[in-house]
């Protein structure tokens, strides 16, 4: 009795160990085909910003390799889930370096997952380019491999849509500002760069508060800015916080005339279903994509992303397929993949023509430019800032009333 | 005061749904001492099924509930028939390693049809309050708590006025007594399982109007129905009620008075406090085996 116990506590424990873990074996490099390796949360918290990426990782092999593949030869990408955890990330890119033997590397999804995933790379001296790396925690730790590929770091995110706040007339500038956010290396700074130019404006914080990914309940925390009076809310959201927030401030009949939310509101249709067409006309983010701008290979990723997924490529999409034009184009000027240090050199020298636009970047890898400014629009995501870039010249508060 | 009133109807609504949720939880623990690691996920797994019947039928989540219960009742005898009933009574790891790998491969099967992405409910009650003066009741969270009402006096009258209640009971205090009246045991146990299954249905058809969720959500939603019943003391539902109303309301009052980031240790100082003052929980019965220990 005792040995059929213990047998069956044998399989059911390397049934678990094999399901969290997935089966791995040496895979060498036979050198025809360029492998390269990403660890990306497919599952989890982080699933949908995960799976979105993948799906532009793989539109950008597909394209690559139909235009003739890196210095001549195929492209192949190999993804692991890390299940939006920190350590299997780590263990996921260690494995693809040492047992896939992947060539390149691309970044996770996420600042919280890319933190401790870059230091894999750098320790193998391999190139980062990473799709998901807004926080500035990544850029002060003396990394030479790491590059974002996307405009600005997560203190800049919010920057254009504050600057904007900041210069509205007197009588239509609100007067005080609630900040919300998602204890995240990302969702934080992004408030944070907000709230410093809105307070550099006057415009008063009368509620500032951080609350853990596993926060369910989002009401007493609306009754809180509603009772501070918060004209505008900033929050440095997720997904699933972003669409709750929303929700609680309908069910708690508070609506302040503007609503910011980072990343939540860029998950296009998601994001609709999750709060409602009416619910979501007005709210502000910030975008590094739009699919109608006139950017390098812009209409064919789309039309490719339509064909093999259906729909217009969310923002994480385009993030992952504008990571692997980055790659791309260090590979192919540097021509050659042996010393990554080159290629690293390469973009710090250089800017790139992506379909999020032109990037160059500072020293560290942080990126010099800035986001769009997105609003929903009549169930349609438009570009409203800068003014210049806009796809319609119209902004309108939260629930379409008036700023 | 205004303040603290909307806390507590807050609270008091959450807990319901609590309640609900955790009251299969510690049905399972009394009558075959199963810590059931997979409940999270039975939870998710009646929020997608409540999300299919509304999208492709159309059906209001709470017109499935019937629907999404009889499915979860089926879900968890089978569960219960094919893995459950072999490790019973085996040592409590062996049961959590067992549970948590159901949780594992319902995650898994969840995520093939459904897609790791999040999802949501939207119906016409999910954004809408009723308001009383300075104060708004949610209605979709009013409507949550009034099904756990339903379906725990339901439960109620199970447990206290039919032969199978009686049996559950018998089972839950003694099972070798239960035996010795002729109780069938297995067969209370694989209908305890079930039971408990799917009363968690009804919760998770109205956790699916309330928040998003995906497949991976589980892992949330059993840490804070394990605390809830650890609590109320494991195997009292009475208990798991009084827990999952001390938790919600707990939850509530922790961001409104001391800030959005207490939620998550609030209920477990509470849990420290009432553990070293009453180690098996507020209303648990303290057995001749814990005297022992």
Redesign the interface.
Known sequence: MRSTTALRAIVGAAAIALALSGCTADTPNNGDTIKIGASLPLTGEFSQGGLDTQHGYETWVEMTNEAGGLLGKPVEVIVRDDATTQDTAVSNYNNLISKDKVNLVLGSQSSLLNIPSSAVAEKNDMLFVCPSCGSPDMYNRGFKYIFFSQQAVATDQAKVFAEWIANLPPDRRPKTAAYPSLDDPFAGPVVEGAEKILSAAGIRTVYKDEYPATTKNFDPIVNAMRDAGAEIVVQGAQFEDGVNMIRSMNRAGYKPSIVYQSSSPTYGQQYLEGVGEQNAEGVFFSSSYSSLAKTNQNAEFVKKFEEKFGGLPPEDAADGFAAGQVLAAAVTAVGSIDDQAKLADWLRNNTVETILGPLSWNADGSPKGEFLVGQWQGGVSQVVLPTNVATTDKIVGWQGGPI | MT?LI??LI?GLL?GALYALMASGLTLIFGVMRVINLAHGAFAVLAAFLTFTLWQHLGLDPILSIPIVMAVMFTVGWLVYITVIR??RG??V??TV??T??IA??L??IM?FIW????T?V?VSY????I?LGPL?I?Q?MLIAAGIAVLILGGLYLLLNHTWAGRAIRAASANESGALLVGVSVATIAALTFAIGVSTLGAGGAMLSTI??F???SHY?WI?RLLAIVVLGGLGSLPGAILGALVIGVG???A??YL???W??AVPFLVIIVVLITRPQGILGTRLREDAVA
């Open positions: 303040s909307q806390t807050l959450v072999h490790v085996s040592h790891s062996m390693l067992a948590f790998g594992l491969m995650e898994g995520g897609g790791n992405t999040s949501a939207r999910t954004d809408a309050s308001a708004y949610p979709v928040y998003p995906l497949p991976g949330q840490a939850e509530i009052a961001t409104s800030g959005a980031a939620p998550v």
